[in-house]
C-alpha cells in the first residue's frame, strides 16, 4: 500500500523512508478528434486521451468524463484542447472529485507555440 506524503512523492509502505519514488505527471488532453499536435504538452507529463470519440450524449460526456479521470490526481495536467463544452465538463469533474485542488491546465499560445501552464486555485 502507498502513502502520498508530499505533492508528487510516494513512499512504498515498510520501506520507512529509505525508498522514494518520483511518479511522473499525467497530461490529460481533454479532446484532440481535429488531429491538432500535443507533442509539446508531452513535456508536462504522460499523454493520456479522455475523449476520443465525441459523438457521445451530455449525460454520457459527464459519465465517461468521471470514470476516465477517477485517476486524476494532484499534479496532473488538463490540457484544454478542442471542444470547450468538454473542457468544462472535465475542470468540474476533476474539482468535483478532488476539492481544495491546485488545478493545473495547459493552453496553448499561439504565439509561441506552446502550451503554457495556468493553475486554478479549487
Not at 20 to 48: H, Y
Amino acid at each position: 500500500m502507498n502513502k502520498v506524503i508530499q505533492l508528487g512523492f510516494v513512499i512504498k509502505e515498510g520501506l520507512k523512508g529509505e525508498e522514494m519514488v518520483d511518479e511522473p505527471a499525467v497530461c490529460w488532453v481533454i479532446d484532440n478528434s481535429l488531429g491538432k499536435t500535443i507533442k509539446d504538452a508531452a513535456r508536462f507529463g504522460t499523454i493520456e486521451h479522455v475523449f476520443t470519440d465525441v459523438d457521445l450524449t451530455n449525460r454520457d460526456i459527464v459519465q465517461h468524463a468521471r470514470e476516465v479521470l477517477s485517476d486524476f490526481r494532484e499534479g496532473d495536467y488538463l490540457c484544454f484542447i478542442g471542444d470547450p463544452k468538454l473542457s468544462a465538463v472535465c475542470t468540474a469533474v476533476v474539482a468535483q472529485n478532488n476539492p481544495g485542488i491546485d488545478l493545473k491546465i495547459l493552453q496553448f499560445d499561439s504565439r509561441t507555440f506552446r502550451y503554457e501552464e495556468v493553475i486554478l486555485h479549487f
